[in-house]
């Protein structure tokens, strides 16, 4: 297990920082509010995604800039945390850039996670 880990922070195997953004929302009287923005920095692999990828994406990604990052920090789709309050899909600051995760696979029990995002346009930041 310590051998993988070791691998996905790898500089030769394209180990590199990022920091993964997950935003915290409340629904109040319709209106999602931004509550805030809980930051993890962490150090993974990033590589651009491969053809079998983006095949299991859908059809409004397939065209756009889309990465691999194996984390060893779990990455999130999003989820509700009570009738009122959820997160938002999580979001990747790489190399000066904003991807918004997309895809993930949860591979915990072998200590990482990996992700797809696609690069976000500076109109959707």
Do not use: N
Request: proline share 4%; glycine share 6%.
């Amino acid at each position: 297990m310590q051998q993988l880990t070791a691998a996905i922070t790898d500089e030769e195997l394209g180990g590199g920082p990022f920091v993964i953004v997950r935003s915290v929302y409340r629904q109040f009287q319709g209106e999602k509010q931004h509550v805030r923005d809980d930051r993890y920095e962490t150090y993974g692999t990033v590589h651009p995604a491969k053809l079998s990828d983006l095949e299991l994406l859908p059809e409004e990604y397939r065209h756009e800039t889309v990465l691999i990052f194996h984390s060893p920090v779990s990455l999130s789709l999003g989820v509700r945390l009570d009738d009122m309050t959820f997160t938002a899909p999580d979001r990747i600051l790489y190399r000066f850039r904003t991807y918004l995760v997309i895809s993930v696979r949860d591979w915990s029990s072998c200590g990482f996670c990996k992700a797809l995002a696609v690069l976000q346009k500076e109109a959707d930041q």
